[in-house]
């Protein structure tokens, strides 16, 4: 998959593609349907969407509210076939374009696309101007197709980010897991920790949370790839997401521990799956009583994980 940053400098190659355009955060299972109405045999399949996200540009201020990196987004959508990912600069240049502006000067002149699909409640251009019906008007101007797709309903609920991350706060990854297609992912590099798993004989993996929105503080069970390094493979483990009350810790993190694994995984990418939540945070009395714990809540999740 191509990564094309950059509307105002492309290749031949690059342009004529048929894409479906929204920030695509989670890649779930609406977005999934978006994709699929771009998919046509005589063009190559691409992705619109932006970087920063537009929520970010606007308020840099506002709490993390991402459900994956853009790392972790390009991976999961090279994943689905998709041969180009136009990941756009979003500044004041982009953001101050009219939509008709945005039409001629990026999807036309641009990128060349011969085909979008958006989401039936797609806004675009300067204030969010434009809607789906303004693009399907610009797209007859200007000579590219436009397909609006239908929004996705889980049951009584619409299929969005938001529904997701509100499953998540709740403690709910199963839910999440319904509406995404998949469990949700934390993925990211291992960073150094401070090490007291080693020394409690629960050895973790720890990961930045930074830029992210943050699930139920708590425990789970959860599967885990290593995606590189000689550990590479598949694994089940527990895992703490929070701030590690028993030590007074302020800024949170995630600490996987791996289930029957031994090796140095420092350095290496984890993807971690969030299956089921088993606990909030607590404190305990003593060292023993938060030892004992941990292996009750490993034994749960290794039953949960059986089933999974």
């Known amino acids: 998959m191509r990564i094309i940053r950059d509307y105002q400098f492309t290749q031949p190659p690059d342009r004529g593609a048929s894409v479906a355009i929204g ?71 982009l953001a101050g374009l009219t939509p008709e502006e945005f039409c001629a000067r990026v999807l036309r002149d ?55 991350r509100q499953a998540l706060s709740d403690g709910k990854p199963e839910l999440a897991a319904e509406m995404l297609g998949h469990w949700h992912r934390i993925a990211g590099p291992v960073v150094g920790g401070e090490q007291r798993g080693r020394t409690l004989g629960f050895p973790t993996a720890n990961m930045d949370l930074t830029g992210l929105h943050l699930p139920a503080f708590g425990v789970y069970a959860v599967l885990v790839d290593v995606t590189d390094g000689p550990h590479k493979g598949s694994y089940r483990g527990a895992a703490s997401l929070g701030v590690r009350p028993q030590y007074g810790g302020e800024v949170p993190n995630l600490e996987t521990f791996i289930f029957d694994f031994s090796g140095d995984l420092y350095g290496a990418h984890l993807s971690v799956g969030l299956v089921s939540y088993l606990r909030p945070e607590a404190t305990f009395d003593s060292q023993e009583a938060f030892v004992a714990q941990m292996q009750a809540d490993c034994d749960r999740a290794r039953e949960i994980l059986a089933r999974a």
Do not use: W
């Open 110 to 164: 641009g990128l060349g696309l011969s085909h979008v699909v958006v989401g039936a409640d797609f806004c675009f251009g300067k204030a969010r101007a434009g809607n789906a019906q303004d693009l399907v008007r610009f797209g007859r101007e200007m000579g590219f197709d436009v397909t609006i797709a239908p929004l996705l309903q889980e049951g009584t609920a619409q299929v969005s980010s938001t529904a997701i």
């Open 23 to 93: 920030n695509f955060d989670g890649v779930h299972r609406g977005h999934l349907s978006v994709i699929d109405l771009a998919r046509r045999p005589d063009a190559p399949l691409g992705i619109l969407t932006f970087e920063p996200h537009p929520r970010e540009f606007f308020a840099p201020e506002a709490p993390p509210f991402r459900l994956m990196s853009p790392e972790a987004r390009a991976a999961r959508l090279a994943k689905l076939g998709v041969d180009v990912l136009y990941e756009l600069n979003f500044n004041h240049a």
